[in-house]
C-alpha cells in the first residue's frame, strides 16, 4: 500500500528557514512525478512546487527562488527547503505523488 508521511513542520519567525520531509513507501520513486502543495485557512489548496521524474522543477509564482524541492530515491524521501518565510507562507503542507496524499505538516510563521 502507498503512503506518504511528511515530517518538518513547525513554527517560524518571518525570515527563518524551514525543511519539509515527506516519506514515500509503496512506490518506486523514480518513476514518479513529485510535488508539494498547501493550504492556508479559508483558502483553496495550490501548487507550490512540482519535480518529474526527470528532474525537471516548477514552482508556484509566490515562491520567487525561496523554496527548493528535491529527491532522494534511493532513500524514498521528497524534501522541501523554504527560506525567507513569510506570515503569508502559513498553511499545512502536502507531499503528492502519484495521485496519493500524505496527512500534511502544519507551517506558521510568526511576523
Known amino acids: 500500500q502507498s503512503q506518504l508521511v511528511e515530517s518538518g513542520g513547525g513554527l517560524a519567525q518571518a525570515g527563518e528557514s524551514l525543511g519539509l520531509s515527506c516519506a514515500a513507501s509503496g512506490f518506486t520513486l523514480e518513476h514518479y512525478g513529485i510535488g508539494w502543495f498547501r493550504q492556508a485557512p479559508g483558502k483553496e489548496r495550490e501548487m507550490v512546487a512540482n519535480?518529474?521524474?526527470?528532474?525537471?522543477?516548477i514552482y508556484g509564482d509566490f515562491v520567487k527562488g525561496r523554496f527548493s524541492i528535491s529527491r532522494d530515491n534511493p532513500k524514498r524521501t521528497v524534501s522541501l527547503q523554504m527560506n525567507s518565510l513569510t506570515a503569508e507562507d502559513t498553511a499545512v503542507y502536502y507531499c503528492?505523488?502519484?495521485?496519493?496524499w500524505g496527512q500534511g505538516t502544519q507551517v506558521t510563521v510568526s511576523s
Open positions: 503528492m505523488i502519484g495521485g496519493v
Open positions: 519535480m518529474t521524474n526527470d528532474e525537471s522543477t
